[in-house]
């Protein structure tokens, strides 16, 4: 079954990863790329106390938040209980798989070979991360589609305005915009109207391309 999370990703084709050097002012932020587009939004954990900020500022309904960088079961819990509505992981862990599970929330599982990719599924990933996709970019993609047609692939690292169309041609249910949008720059100065650009203009490529 498609989870409330996933058919979010799965309209915007894109879910923004955001990585800090230090902590932030999460519902300006989220509400900034909400505006631009991007209403998908995962925090990840090593940005230093983002637990805490999650968990402190009033999201309300201003965007779908994942926790990713999730390792442990520990780690799986400590993001539920702050308030994320998905969990990523950058490679299997099975352990974060049961720990989501028990409280019904969904892992974005990472993978890269077809090995990884099959234990995944098998672990109940509600989609796949493919990480690092800057490896082996969209054929590569494409080609894991022949083995595995009805699931949810979402490229991450290396992922641009310039390339994600190709990514989503390639089968892709959706890409991530990285430092592309979310500059870390851009978060420490939170200059939230600059990033709002940012994730239009991302927006703009993956429509305006991605469906030709």
Same mark, same amino acid.
């Given at each position: 079954? /498609?989870t409330a999370?996933?058919r979010?990703?799965?309209?915007?084709?894109?879910?923004?990863v955001?990585r800090?050097?230090?902590p932030?002012?999460v519902?300006?932020?989220?509400t900034a790329?909400a505006?631009?587009?991007?209403r998908?939004?995962?925090? /990840?954990m $090593? /940005?230093p106390?983002?637990?805490d900020?999650?968990?402190?500022?009033?999201?309300?309904d201003?965007?779908?938040?994942?926790?990713? $960088?999730?390792l $442990?079961a520990?780690d799986?819990?400590?993001?539920?209980?702050a308030?994320?509505q998905?969990?990523?992981?950058?490679?299997?862990?099975?352990a974060v798989?049961?720990?989501?599970a028990?409280?019904?929330?969904?892992v974005?599982?990472?993978?890269?070979?077809?090995t990884?990719?099959?234990?995944?599924i098998?672990?109940?990933a509600a989609?796949?991360?493919?990480?690092?996709?800057?490896m082996a970019?969209?054929d590569?993609?494409?080609?894991?589609?022949?083995p595995?047609p009805g699931t949810?692939l979402?490229?991450?690292?290396g992922?641009?305005a310039?390339?994600?169309?190709a990514?989503?041609?390639?089968g892709?249910?959706a890409? /991530?915009?990285?430092?592309d949008?979310?500059?870390?720059?851009?978060v420490?100065a939170?200059d939230?109207t600059?990033?709002?650009?940012r994730a239009?203009?991302?927006?703009a490529?993956i429509?305006?391309e991605g469906?030709?």
């Open positions: 079954m /498609t999370p996933l979010v990703i799965a309209e915007d084709r894109a879910v923004t955001v800090a050097g230090r932030f002012d519902r300006m932020l989220v790329l505006a631009g587009g991007l998908a939004v995962e925090l /990840t $090593t /940005t106390h983002i637990l900020r999650l968990a402190a500022d009033d999201i309300g201003a965007a779908t938040i994942g926790v990713g $960088t999730v $442990t520990r799986a819990d400590a993001a539920i209980d308030g994320a998905f969990l990523v992981t950058p490679a299997v862990r099975e798989a049961g720990a989501a028990a409280r019904n929330v969904p974005i599982m990472g993978a890269y070979t077809p990884e990719v099959m234990a995944a098998d672990l109940g989609a796949v991360k493919i990480f690092p996709a800057r970019g969209p590569y993609l494409r080609d894991l589609h022949g595995f949810a979402i490229p991450s690292g992922i641009n310039t390339n994600a169309a990514y989503l041609a390639a892709a249910t890409v /991530t915009a990285g430092t949008v979310v500059a870390p720059e851009l420490a939170a939230w600059a990033i709002t650009g239009k203009s991302f927006v490529a429509n305006n469906r030709n």
